[in-house]
């Protein structure tokens, strides 16, 4: 079982920058690809961007691209989400996600959730 904790949400100016962290427990971190969704107000949760458990490979949202990084520490038990030149469509709820099969992380149907980390990016 995995536990997972976010961190580093927070108000920013649009085209700032913010670095999201999500701790996990457990000593097969390594084992679990992660991801990254957020859920704006009244919008359905979307995805953001996933990692292999390896760190090798990355996937990222069309709406993310190129403006965010995500990576892991398994060392640390962590994975973080890098955002540059945030947006205020970028304002949500932000949440990791684990899971030991790599599409159901991609499609939002991880067994393991944080409990989220709001980002709110003013104009």
């Known amino acids: 079982q995995v536990q997972l904790v976010e961190s580093g949400g927070g108000l920013v100016q649009a085209g700032g920058s913010l670095r999201l962290s999500c701790a996990g427990s457990?000593?097969?971190?390594?084992?679990?690809?992660m991801g990254w969704f957020r859920q704006a107000p009244e919008k359905e949760r979307e995805f953001v961007a996933l990692?292999?458990?390896?760190?090798?490979?990355?996937y990222y949202a069309d709406s993310v691209k190129g403006r965010s990084t995500i990576s892991r520490d398994n060392a640390k038990n962590t994975v973080y989400l890098q955002m540059n030149s945030l947006k205020p469509e970028d304002t949500a709820v932000y949440y990791c996600?684990?899971?030991?099969?790599?599409?159901?992380?991609?499609?939002?149907?991880?067994?393991?959730w944080g409990q989220g980390t709001q980002v709110t990016v003013s104009s």
């Open positions: 996600a684990a899971d030991h099969v790599l599409t159901r992380v991609r499609f939002g149907r991880s067994d393991y």
């Open positions: 457990g000593r097969t971190f390594s084992d679990y690809a």
């Open positions: 990692i292999t458990g390896s760190g090798r490979s990355t």
